[in-house]
């Protein structure tokens, strides 16, 4: 498995390794740092190989379709593990690195895996920064269109998170019986339904997950000012960080809402789950766009579990 961010934690990808491992498979797992961690660790029955990272060649992954600095860094990567390891099959997390996935299958003779953990071509059209005209051109909307097309038809196995995903993919040509869906569902072994209750004296909204404007909490933000005054216990937790947050405290301070709305940070898996059990109503306001109509996330099938009502917005991935 390759994966262009630190790991752990994953939710998703842990989950999958988890599910390999039991079936009998050897799971490696290939994945940058900025931390300095181990280069190599053992991890719940599953090798993690890590290489330092440069912020610069990082960031140039922005535009990798026409600059292959972010390319270049991997190739060199996968290929020392390659020539120390025996492999059957290369799994890619995510569009981006598609290309150096399929390099790596035809020179080392694997199976090509490709899982797609977003519409990532539609996910760049709603990401702040390619708004700007030089990001439009370092991240060209029909350039990754065709670059998704490519590496689908040429994976052996496309993996999607849900059925809308599949039918996009199947209408633009991919064949069919090579598109498989293993969705973002709850994992039960890793998550308690929490012991915690709410608290009587408030009315506590929740959100938990990544922080971008496509999330839609600035409208949830905006709307809580209509009752702030009909009703004073109401009030938002936000757990996650991404970035949109600064935009969103500045909202908040703008909205005079402070005491209302608390930027928790970011929370392990168990702190969430204590979250989790002190909400009343739990949320999901992701802006309607190609990408969120297409994708599905980790947290609706977690505020189900927990038993929490849900708000959410009419995406078709929550309706």
Not at 18 to 34: D, M, Q, R, S
Not at 275 to 289: A, E, Q, T
Request: glycine share 6%.
């Amino acid at each position: 498995m390759v994966l262009d961010h630190e790991f752990p934690p994953d939710i998703r990808v842990e989950n999958e390794i988890e599910a390999l491992i039991k079936n009998g498979n050897e799971v490696h797992l290939a994945c940058l740092t900025f931390k300095n961690r181990e280069v190599s660790e053992i991890i719940n029955d599953c090798k993690v190989h890590r290489k330092q990272i440069n912020k610069l060649i990082y960031k140039a992954s922005v535009g990798v379709l026409k600059f292959p600095f972010y390319f270049n860094f991997w190739r060199k990567f996968m290929k020392d593990i390659m020539t120390k390891e025996t492999f059957d099959a290369i799994h890619i997390h995510d569009l981006p690195l598609a290309q150096v996935g399929f390099e790596m299958s035809e020179e080392f003779n694997l199976k090509f895996n490709l899982d797609l953990h977003e519409n990532w071509p539609a996910l760049l059209r709603v990401a702040i920064h390619t708004q700007s005209l030089l990001g439009k051109f370092l991240s060209n909307d029909k350039q990754w269109q065709r670059y998704e097309l490519k590496y689908c038809n040429l994976a052996d196995n496309v993996i999607v998170v849900v059925d809308e995903a599949k039918k996009r993919l199947s209408d633009a040509g991919i064949r069919d019986n090579k598109i498989h869906i293993v969705s973002n569902t709850l994992n039960l072994r890793h998550f308690k339904i929490p012991n915690e209750k709410p608290d009587s004296k408030f009315i506590t909204l929740l959100y938990a997950g990544g922080i971008n404007k496509h999330r839609g909490l600035q409208y949830v933000i905006k709307g809580l000012r209509y009752y702030k005054e009909r009703d004073r216990k109401i009030r938002l937790w936000i757990l996650g960080t991404g970035s949109y947050v600064e935009e969103l405290k500045e909202l908040v301070e703008t909205e005079n809402l402070g005491g209302k709305v608390f930027f928790e940070g970011w929370k392990n898996y168990k702190e969430m789950q204590i979250y989790f059990g002190k909400s009343d109503i739990c949320l999901i306001p992701h802006v309607k766009s190609d990408h969120t109509d297409s994708t599905i996330p980790h947290k609706i099938f977690q505020y189900m579990y927990a038993g929490k009502p849900m708000i959410v917005s009419n995406c078709d991935q929550s309706t």
